[in-house]
């Protein structure tokens, strides 16, 4: 039976556990987001508030007790600086979980874990979110089929342009050829007279 006792054990040991909360704890207050899973986000909240909430009063007991849960010297710095100042008004509720969906590779639920006040910040990129990209492709065959299959093809301006000016050209080319046709004929039909006189 499990009764008092808080908290998820994450199939971890108690050290690995308390490892796992303060590698995530030292990532969400230098990145201020982080990605990971839903369960490790759930137990990060209660681990990591508290903290938080320990930051807005700066004194060296509040410093101690801090460093004793992160083990980071850099960590503890920004954390009693930047994020103190940010956070100073909220009475609590410092972190927001917001679910991301699948993991590709295991399925597992991912969660996106950030600073309530630091939501400004680009959104870290997740296991099921990726690029968006399908593997069907773009889809530009398969609408020049379907428009092939219709009878119908659509061009586009550019394409309509250069069609009327090819065949400007070619009207002009069919004008110019039936004018030195008609040249040669007059040429041959003189010739000709010119031979009749000279056999008379």
Aim: negative net charge.
């Amino acid at each position: 039976m499990r009764h008092r006792k808080k908290g998820k054990k994450l199939g971890r040991t108690s050290p690995h556990r308390k490892r796992t909360l303060q590698a995530l704890s030292n990532a969400l207050i230098e990145n201020k987001q982080i990605t990971t899973t839903i369960a490790k986000a759930k137990a990060l909240r209660p681990f990591v508030e508290p903290l938080i909430t320990r930051a807005k009063d700066d004194s060296e007991h509040n410093r101690r007790q801090v460093f004793r849960h992160l083990q980071n010297k850099e960590t503890v710095n920004e954390l009693f600086g930047e994020i103190a100042e940010r956070v100073g008004d909220r009475p609590g509720g410092y972190t927001r979980i917001i679910k991301l969906g699948q993991r590709s590779g295991d399925g597992a639920e991912l969660a996106l874990v950030e600073l309530v006040d630091y939501n400004d910040v680009e959104p870290a990129t997740g296991g099921s979110s990726g690029s968006g990209r399908t593997r069907r492709g773009s889809g530009k065959g398969r609408r020049d089929q379907s428009s092939e299959e219709d009878g119908s093809t659509e061009e586009s301006p550019d394409e309509t342009s250069t069609a009327e000016e090819a065949s400007a050209e070619t009207d002009e080319d069919a004008d110019a050829e039936e004018s030195s046709s008609e040249e040669t004929t007059e040429d041959t039909a003189d010739s000709s007279e010119k031979d009749d006189e000279e056999s008379k």
